[in-house]
């Protein structure tokens, strides 16, 4: 073939590798555009069961030594974090058998808690503690005192209460009496019949309707579009029962319901309000500051002993010096509602007093929690429901909680001791930006918390109006 001939022939071969490598680069783009985009998922901070840091300590009720780490920075001023969106509402955890307990004190004594792992960050040079974290036992600590970052151990809070308290008997209404001295057997006191068979009157001044709730007077007008979960059990000729400074210590009928009827002035009292005993019994609004006591702890509200559905609601909880805010010893099968609830900081430590926000030992079979915010240098709520009991509870049910930590030092918001159903819809902690979450936030053998959010300073109160002295209950979804 002549050069003249060849090179046409070369130019049609090259203009057609060129066209053909065009079109295989057009199609591979538009492969490429057609492609589904694959999005990772949002990391969760999911805490199953095998993430769990659970403490290396003997199996017994002797309270765990550990080294003091290091500590922590300051939590961060208000505002600093956005609010979280609230959290769908979480399953029921299933009831998995549990291995053995350790053996536990005598009944009525001091529970215990195992320690928890401390917080693996350092504060930088100069950083300075929240004033009012706890020392010794039951004492307010001073400013820029500190404890171990995370950790927690025996608990501190006391079991039976020191006196037989106030006796009434069925069909009355109690009368004052004199304050009996903290630790000894107080007197029963005679109280005025009442009428058989007449209901309590409401704001209005008429008795109640048959289908309505019990509501104590002057609490019973909705002023809020916010409705709460659960009314109160319905009751059959109430006794009420009058508490004052002097009468802070009840002990009810197992066979009779109540209407527990607070002052209208703020409740001053040792060791707060005490309640022993009663069937259905239903206490809204009232504002307690507890005064400690001669070992040093102060707790707000004491249930025991209840045998049908014990119903707070609207109750403001304070005290400087406030070591426990709710205590629970439910053996007897209760359940217990708690709403629209506010609980002053409570304040405790490692080495001394390790306050909760709400503490149980012994049941109920059901708790509800609906609308309580809580403040602690320590822990939140501590879980042990079968620490005197051999059976394990029904249900826990928490809505609208939210948990601040207010302390350098503070162990963990949420802690679920042993295996039981717990359900929780948006539930929120707002936890000290130092300590990693969920690890040294939340503890659970069972993944109870999985749908628990992560909150900040800003998140927001979920109560409804303001609890305390001129507290009107929203009324009630069911």
């Known amino acids: 073939m002549s050069r003249s001939t060849a090179r046409p022939h070369a130019v049609r071969r090259l203009y057609t590798l ?34 769990i840091p659970l403490p290396d300590v003997a199996s017994t009720n002797v309270h765990p030594t550990a080294p003091a780490p290091a500590p922590v920075p300051a939590p961060a001023p208000a ?34 808690q195992p320690a928890a792992p401390a917080a693996p960050a350092a504060a930088p040079a100069g950083a300075s503690d929240t004033a009012g974290t ?67 009157a409401l704001a209005s001044g008429e008795p109640s309707s048959a289908d309505a709730p019990v509501v104590p ?19 059959d000729n109430p006794i009420t029962v009058r508490v004052s400074a002097s009468k802070s210590t009840l002990r009810l009928d197992n066979d009779r319901d109540y209407l527990i009827d607070m002052p209208d002035t703020v409740l001053r009292t040792v060791n707060g309000l005490t309640i022993t005993g009663g069937r259905d019994v239903v206490l809204i609004g009232g504002h307690i ?6 070992k040093g702890a102060a707790r707000g509200l004491y249930l025991k002993d209840q045998t049908g559905t014990v119903h707070v609601e609207g109750l403001r909880l304070s005290g400087d010096r406030a070591t426990e ?40 079979d059901v708790l509800r929690v609906d609308r309580l915010e809580g403040s602690t240098t320590y822990q939140g709520f501590f879980l042990d429901p079968k620490k005197f009991l051999d059976r394990a509870p029904t249900l826990f049910d928490f809505r609208n909680v939210v948990l601040r ?74």
């Open 289 to 294: 500051e507890a005064r400690e006591t001669a």
């Open 79 to 112: 505002g600093s974090a956005a609010a979280v969106a609230p959290a769908p509402a979480g399953s029921v955890a299933p009831v998995v058998p549990a291995p053995a307990a350790s053996p536990g004190a005598p009944g009525g004594g001091t529970p215990s």
């Open 18 to 51: 060129a066209v053909m490598t065009a079109v295989l680069v057009v199609c591979a783009v538009a492969a490429a555009l057609a492609a589904p985009t694959t999005i990772e998922p949002q990391r969760t901070a999911r805490l199953d069961a095998a993430e």
């Open 405 to 478: 930590d207010s302390g350098r030092t503070s162990a963990y918001l949420l802690w679920q001791s042993g295996r039981f159903p717990i359900s929780t819809e948006n539930v929120t902690v707002a936890r000290n930006p130092s300590k990693g979450f969920p690890k040294y936030v939340l503890r659970s053998q069972m993944g109870s918390w999985n749908e628990v959010v992560d909150g900040g300073s800003a998140t927001p109160s979920p109560l409804l109006g303001t609890p305390g002295l001129s507290y009107v209950s929203p009324g009630y979804a069911s």
């Open 134 to 200: 706890s020392g010794a036992a039951g004492t307010s600590g001073a400013a820029g005192t500190s404890g171990a970052a995370g950790t927690s151990g025996a608990a501190g809070t006391s079991g039976e209460p020191g006196g037989t308290g106030t006796q009434v008997a069925p069909g009355a209404v109690a009368a004052p009496s004199s304050p009996a001295p903290a630790g000894t057997a107080g007197s029963a006191v005679e109280a005025t019949t009442g009428n058989a068979g007449a209901s309590p």
């Open 217 to 235: 007077a002057g609490h019973s007008r909705p002023t809020q579009t916010g409705r709460l979960t659960w009314a109160p059990p319905r009751l």
């Open 325 to 364: 805010g709710i205590n629970l010893d439910q053996r007897r099968g209760a359940t217990v509602q708690l709403q629209n609830i506010g609980v002053g900081t409570v304040r405790g430590s490692y080495a001394g007093h390790h306050a909760d926000v709400l503490q149980t030992w012994a049941g109920p």
